[in-house]
T-cell receptor
Framework: NAGVTQTPKFQVLKTGQSMTLQCAQD?????MYWYRQDPGMGLRLIYY???????DKGEVPNGYNVSRLNKREFSLRLESAAPSQTSVYFC???????????FGEGSWLTVV | AQSVAQPEDQVNVAEGNPLTVKCTYS??????LFWYVQYPNRGLQFLLK??????LVKGSYGFEAEFNKSQTSFHLKKPSALVSDSALYFC????????????FGKGTMLLVSP
């Protein structure tokens, strides 16, 4: 049971570089999410996709873009990485609003 | 907008003793409420949720939570703590009606000593 799979698990970037975090779920969920986790801040929503073909901004969208490639895949792109984007990123999915959210194992990103 | 408060950054309890991790929430209308657990260097795992019905919700690993509408609280409890329960616990809320994503609290670290 793969659930939610995200890659890469670890990445070090230089300031100004770009990269894409990949996420795929095999549970046929409609909704997908990208969160970031920082010490003392809990989880903050970056972007979400309520259903295939739609994306919406969350609490902290600046500096990020997303693509809902199909029902399974939801990628997060950093166009020009900044040290403030050093964080742990989690992809998640759910059937719909109010349903249980299932999380991936996280991607540790360091921007130097 | 909805919000979640977890007033304790850390809770310490001895193994075998009961534990409580506190959560209060603010939301328009009725809430969906969740508890998640995170072990070191792992993703969040679902523990339990309240949608409607019985105010006492039972979940995984012997955990339970009590929904109190008048106090807008959803405290996580376990009758007898285990060392292996040591982890970071998150409470989350979303409104029952209309589309909205979950809002998470900042987390409470539970440390269970032998």
């Amino acid at each position: 049971n793969a659930g939610v799979t995200q890659t890469p698990k670890f990445q070090v970037l230089k300031t100004g570089q770009s990269m894409t975090l990949q996420c795929a779920q095999d549970m046929n969920h409609n909704s997908m999410y990208w969160y970031r986790q920082d010490p003392g801040m809990g989880l903050r929503l970056i972007y979400y996709s309520a259903s295939e073909g739609t994306t919406d901004k969350g609490e902290v969208p600046n500096g990020y873009n997303v693509s809902r490639l199909n029902k399974r895949e939801f990628s997060l792109r950093l166009e020009s990485a900044a040290p403030s984007q050093t964080s742990v990123y989690f992809c998640a999915s759910s059937w719909d609003r109010g349903n249980t959210i299932y999380f991936g194992e996280g991607s540790w990103l360091t921007v130097v | 907008a909805q919000s979640v408060a977890q007033p304790e950054d850390q809770v310490n309890v001895a193994e075998g003793n009961p534990l409580t991790v506190k959560c209060t929430y603010s939301v328009s209308g009725n809430p969906y409420l969740f508890w998640y657990v995170q072990y070191p260097n792992r993703g969040l795992q679902f523990l339990l949720k309240y949608i409607t019905g019985d105010n006492l919700v039972k979940g995984s690993y012997g955990f339970e939570a009590e929904f109190n509408k008048s106090q807008t609280s959803f405290h996580l409890k376990k009758p007898s703590a285990l060392v292996s329960d040591s982890a970071l616990y998150f409470c989350a809320v979303s409104p029952y009606s209309g589309y909205s994503t979950l809002t998470f609290g900042k987390g409470t670290m539970l440390l269970v000593s032998p």
